[in-house]
Nanobody, 121 residues
């Protein structure tokens, strides 16, 4: 069982930056693929970014490429999402996800409770 707790959300002006963190419990974190997803009001949840267990592979949604960076620190059981050049359309609840697959799974088994990111224009 893996428990995920996100933090770092908040209100920021367009063009600003935020760094989200996701702290994971469990000794097997380092072998899990990790992902970030988001859900805006009235919209379906969408993929944002993912990282493989060993930090060697990352994947991004086209809408965030070049602006967001996913990283992980397996010693701290934490995954991060650095968000730069934020736009109002980035406003959403951001969720952290984990899966025992080492790379990029189609579905994730574990989810956090989410953290709100609001970007004002």
């Amino acid at each position: 069982q893996v428990q995920l707790v996100e933090s770092g959300g908040g209100l920021v002006q367009a063009g600003g930056s935020l760094r989200l963190s996701c702290a994971a419990s469990g000794r097997t974190f380092s072998s899990y693929a990790m992902g970030w997803f988001r859900q805006a009001p009235g919209k379906e949840r969408e993929f944002v970014a993912a990282i493989s267990w060993n930090n060697h592979n990352t994947d991004y949604a086209d809408s965030v490429k070049g602006r967001f960076t996913i990283s992980r620190d397996n010693a701290k059981n934490t995954v991060y999402l650095q968000m730069n050049s934020l736009k109002p359309e980035d406003t959403a609840v951001y969720y952290c996800a984990a899966d025992p697959s080492p790379y990029f799974p189609a579905e994730y088994d574990y989810w956090g409770q989410g953290t709100q990111v609001t970007v004002s224009s």
